[in-house]
């Protein structure tokens, strides 16, 4: 009996905290502790790895860890975010125990926090993320060769060099004197790190669940002991001779850009992976507990304070990882108390767990965090900035970590970044070309005074007395082009000449004005991470076009005068009313072929390739006002639309010759597979108008014939048995949009009656939508799961009663 809509979606950034109560909290905590000792076991032998690659003692690691679970768990900002000692900062601490000694590092660290702290209360976090992605990826990938190189010598059975060209210099010497008990061990867990993810199955993917870095280093750790390889293994000291920070002495340039480094390391990492950890709670399926949005300055006073505390008492650096934070996320963490509890876990940890820990073979930890060092060279990155056109910024800043130094390469890739945004501002393209006595002249980028004198020489080539059309393609227009350009047009207009301009882009902004171009279509932007549409909802045009941009200004193009009244007070109106009209419709499409069809062309040449596979079957009135691909943010391929006076659907037989819908419906369901259909009826509908007004039996015209589908919503609406369908929140404003909202029920009974969506129904692979449209409000409503309520849809999605896909 009901049509019912898509269930209620969760909004992408509700409040913090688990859900309220008592039934719900035990699960909760469960949810929390399960992901905390997934945390834990990934981050037990990757903190130990991260300290052997530093040069620190290894409890470095395990103090950082459990600093990071505990001060930056309770204090930072973003709830689900793990943070410890991270791989991207090994080679910077590294290099800072090289040059200071370990106690020094320890004090240095403390700065860091300091400063970190100091930034958090400026509130400049988000200020970070405008370092270019392709400066961010590029010094992780740096680092990552660096690390991967160092601990390429530990893996053979030797010792590293701080430097990489040095390590690369010492490799042939190394593989001359391979140590074969470290090889085999470093093999043993390289191939299980590989491997284990990899297993099939049933049993693999129960298997799976264990952390393949724990399974890596307790295999190689068990084969070790088995054996009775002598070989190089961890080696924790007694907590009392454990040393804490001391005073760094040195240069103060040399001091402040220490502090500098691990500042911006720190601070760049963590947030970066603040942002990351939001899109993957966002993306979690299901219902979940409502997680808190990241708040950026609060995280980086908490990584501040962590970084405080763990240099005081002798750890290394600290940061968010992104290992673990995605490990904490799909594990199911619900709070912040899953991070604190994998800190707690660490620390009993070093507390208990000492003698096995230390039958850890150095080597396998080197293989461990080798493998840690190859992933952060990503191909997935090194493809997007090349794509962006940013390969450059990429090499520039991962040459110049790996040769230079983190804090080098760093500021060597944001020049790169810098001169490449210059050279582009700058870069103006200019054109000029005659096509069947038009002349074209093209601009291709930002228009300044760099550019007058090309512009000039080329505007100059025009003849006087021609036709010319300017093409602006960019987004920016200073005062000096602005007025060549105006003066020229001017000039050539005042010898008899037309000049067009076109933006392909909507208006060009310049320095004081507005230089108006033809209104265009424009390039909308990507979903926001997490938003799924609802079931039902048609989705977003995957050719990104936004078809409504031109209608925030519109008004009716076609002139009034074309009507019958005008018709009647003179013929010579009317027919030039219908001349302007022509001439309105073939501008348009003048437009759609110029603005429109470059954007698209791609996505209808797939769509013409491939077929037609539309997802929906979205059936509404034909009343000019409803424009389906606005309403639903729909593009080309998405919907499958039928629409008729009315939005009615004949009952089966009752088709008295006209089976349009009824074989638009069956090639829907049994060809093209649609898995939805949505009825739309909407406010002020004239088909409603006339049932309600019509004298008994209809008139005989093919109007009043088809009406007549129609009579089983005039009957549903006086049958008193019928519960009459309504908005929420509100009563229907008169007997019309009672009408249209009772059709909108009663045109879903009679779909349900056609052969092909019963069979659809039946096997579950078909719902059907109730949905209305308030035109004057501009409101969508779906019907909801009562069958009687149509519930508004918000912004995000959503509706505002709880709604449900049918049985």
């Known amino acids: 009996m009901s049509a019912c809509a898509p269930p209620h979606t969760q909004h992408p950034h509700p409040p913090h905290g688990p859900p309220s109560g008592g039934r719900r909290r035990f699960p909760v905590a469960s949810a929390d ?59 910077v601490t590294a290099d800072l125990i090289h040059r200071y000694g370990w106690r020094a590092t320890c004090g240095i660290t403390v700065l860091a926090g300091l400063a970190q702290l100091g930034l958090g209360c400026l509130r400049v976090a988000r200020g970070a993320l405008a370092v270019s992605p392709a400066v961010v990826h590029g010094m992780l990938a740096g ?76 295999g190689a750790t068990g084969t070790a002991a088995l054996t009775g390889l002598a070989l190089p293994r961890v ?85 968010g990882v992104a290992v673990r934070s995605t490990a904490n996320v799909k594990s199911g963490a619900v709070s912040r108390n899953s991070t604190m509890l994998y800190g707690v876990l660490v ?90 006595g038009v002349h074209h002249v093209r601009i291709r980028g930002q228009l300044t005074f760099l550019a007058v004198p090309r512009l000039s020489r080329s505007l100059h080539l025009v003849p006087q007395g021609a036709h010319v059309v300017v093409e602006l393609d960019g987004s920016f227009m200073d005062h000096a082009a602005y007025e060549s350009l105006q003066d020229w047009r001017t000039s050539h207009t005042a010898h008899g000449g037309t000049a067009e301009l076109r933006g392909r882009r909507g208006g060009i902004r310049t320095a004081e004005a507005t230089l108006t171009a033809e209104p265009t279509m424009t390039t909308g932007p990507t979903p926001p991470a997490g938003h799924t549409p609802p079931t039902g909802a048609p989705p977003p045009a995957r050719c990104r076009c936004r078809p409504w941009t031109p209608w925030r200004n519109h008004r009716s193009c076609f002139p009034e005068a074309a009507t019958p009244a005008s018709q009647e007070a003179g013929g010579d109106a009317g027919r030039e009313a219908g001349r302007d009209a022509g001439r309105e419709l073939a501008r348009g499409i003048g437009s759609f072929q110029r603005n429109t069809a470059p954007l698209v062309r791609a996505e209808l040449a797939r769509l013409a390739r491939e077929g037609q596979r539309p997802a929906q ?23 499958f639309v039928v629409r008729n006076v009315g939005n009615l659907v004949p009952a089966p037989g009752e088709e008295c010759g006209d089976d349009s819908v009824a074989a638009a419906v069956e090639y829907a369901v049994d060809v093209l597979k649609v898995r939805s259909i949505t009825v739309c009826g909407h406010s002020g509908c004239g088909a409603m108008q006339a049932l309600l007004t019509a004298e008994p ?58 052969a092909p969506v019963a069979r659809a129904l039946a096997a579950g692979e078909l719902e059907l939508h109730g949905m209305y449209f308030h035109v004057g409000e501009a409101q969508a409503y779906l019907l909801g799961r009562t069958g009687t309520v149509f519930a508004d849809v918000r912004e995000d999605g959503s509706a505002a009663e709880e709604l449900r896909s049918p049985a």
């Open 697 to 754: 039996g209809g008139a005989a015209t093919p109007l009043g014939r088809w009406l007549r589908h129609g009579l089983p919503s005039l009957e549903r609406l006086a049958d008193e048995r019928h519960a009459r369908p309504r908005l929420a929140g509100r009563a229907p404003a008169d007997a019309v949009e009672q009408l249209c909202l009772t059709n909108v029920v009663q045109q879903l009974e009679h779909l349900r009656a056609h």
């Open 347 to 436: 620390v009993v940890a070093a507390l208990l767990m000492v003698p096995a820990l230390e039958e850890i073979p150095l080597a396998s930890l080197a293989a461990l965090v080798m493998a840690v060092g190859i992933q952060m060279v990503s191909l997935h990155h090194i493809r997007t900035v090349t794509r962006h056109r940013e390969v450059l910024v990429y090499a520039a800043t991962t040459l110049g970590v790996v040769l230079l130094g983190v804090l080098e390469g760093v500021l060597l890739g944001i020049a790169v970044a810098v001169a490449l945004a210059l050279r582009r501002l700058t870069r103006t393209r200019i054109t000029h070309e005659d096509k069947e």
């Open 33 to 91: 502790l399960s992901a905390s000792v997934a945390v834990f076991l990934i981050a037990l032998p990757l903190s130990l790895g991260i300290a052997l690659a530093t040069g620190a003692p290894l409890q470095a690691g395990l103090v950082a860890a459990a600093v990071g679970g505990l001060v930056a768990g309770r204090l930072g900002g973003c709830p689900l975010q793990v943070s410890g000692p991270a791989a991207g900062l090994s080679v």
């Open 143 to 218: 680092i990552g060769i660096t690390i991967a190189v160092a601990q390429l010598h530990i893996v053979l059975g030797g010792n590293p060099d701080s430097s990489v060209l040095a390590n690369l210099r010492a490799l042939p010497a190394q593989l001359a004197h391979l140590q074969p008990a470290a090889v085999s061990m470093s093999v043993l867990t390289l191939a299980l790190l590989l491997a284990w993810p990899r297993l099939p199955g049933r049993t693999g993917q129960a298997l799976r669940r264990v952390p393949a870095a724990l399974v890596a280093v307790a």
């Open 235 to 319: 080696d924790l000291p007694s907590w009392r001779s454990h040393a804490l920070a001391g005073l760094p002495e040195g240069p103060a340039p040399g001091l402040a850009a220490a502090v500098l480094t691990t500042t911006l390391v720190c601070s760049v990492q963590s947030l970066l992976g603040a942002v990351a950890v939001d899109k993957l709670v966002a993306a979690r399926p299901g219902p979940v507990p409502r997680v808190g949005r990241c708040d950026l300055d609060r995280e980086l006073l908490g990584q501040g304070a962590a970084n405080m505390v763990s240099g005081a008492l002798g750890g290394l650096p600290v940061a």
């Open 617 to 639: 079957l979205f059936l509404t009135c034909a009343d000019s006002r409803l424009v389906t691909s606005m309403i639903t943010a729909s593009g080309p391929g998405d919907l």
